[in-house]
């Protein structure tokens, strides 16, 4: 539609450019007011002749009304449709994506689609979860929109935006807005209208992590000192930071992968040790780690008793990981 409004544009251009010269060459006048002439002669806006026609002028003038007004309705009309199709496709973009928001359930939130937004919901997306994003910039919004992914356009520190987002019914939230103070009001806004939601919040300034924790963030982080963090650790155990890169992000085959599993209150794993679960011999799983409340148990015993809620971190590849997920929720 682009491509056609411009050829039309300079179609008409080409009538008005033709039209002064034609003025100019067969009756003499100057080129402004062949110029005039032309612009009258093409709008009919009935205004009398800027100077005096020839016989000569008075056919040219004919020509020219007959080419030039089809001219100008082609591309009236070609403007008009695009406008008109430019707001039905966002009216019709806007309803569907507002029938896919009622639609979700445990899904996350990221608010701020900046940098890093845009790495937390690339990550997201890599381990399958289904995600909305939470943006106020015209220019992001258009991006987001190009590229396909569910957003919601507003505030991400007002009520009713991250009601619009689902966030009653989400699992989790990230804030990564560009300042501390907005993510801030967006864990308040958010804690308080799901009290059950799991908020990761980031900081910059020096303070603003335990005002995100004070203000209802369940883990928070400062992208200057994990990067410094990260930055030692690969000058210091770069075997130990390239298993946890691949094991994090390993998508299948035999690559080893970690993730976290919950006991389920009424699954088999709930009261049962893991040396009675046999979690190695059957699933060819290794449980790294064991995390009770706010109590974290690196390698736990095999005779500890597990209890609903724990979060278990696990080692294996992704075949074996989904067979033992399938396992503790009861369906091997």
Known sequence: MVHRLRRYIVLLVAVMVL???GYHALE????????YMTVITLTTVGFHEVFPLSTRGQVFTVLLLAGGFGVILVTATELARGIVEGELRGLLGQTRRSRMLDKLSGHEIVCGWGRMGQAVVDELR????????????PDK????????????????????????????????????LNDDAHNVYTVLTARSLNP????????????A???????????????????????????????????????????????LVLEQLAV??????????????DVRRRFRVAVVSLQRGATLIPNPDPQMRLEAGDLLVVLG???DLDAFERGAAGQA
């Open 19 to 21: 039209g002064t010269v």
């Open 28 to 35: 003499g006048a100057p080129l402004w007011d062949a110029f």
């Open 126 to 137: 890599r381990a399958r979860r289904e995600v909305v994003t939470v943006e106020k910039h």
């Open 141 to 176: 919004l258009q991006q987001l929109d190009a590229a396909g992914l569910l957003y919601v356009a507003g505030d991400a520190t007002e009520e009713a935006v991250l009601r619009r987002a689902g966030v009653e019914r989400a699992r989790g939230l990230v804030a990564c």
């Open 196 to 207: 059950a939601l799991f908020i990761v919040a980031r900081a910059s300034e020096p303070g």
């Open 209 to 255: 992590e335990a005002r995100l924790l004070r203000a209802g963030a369940d883990r928070v982080m400062n992208p200057y000192r994990l990067g410094g963090t990260r930055l030692a650790h690969m000058l210091a155990k770069p075997g130990v930071v390239d298993f946890l890169d691949v094991s994090l992000r390993a998508e299948g085959g035999e690559q």
């Open 264 to 277: 389920a209150p009424t699954g088999p794993l709930a009261g049962r040790s893991l040396a009675e679960v």
């Open 317 to 319: 590849t992704r075949g």
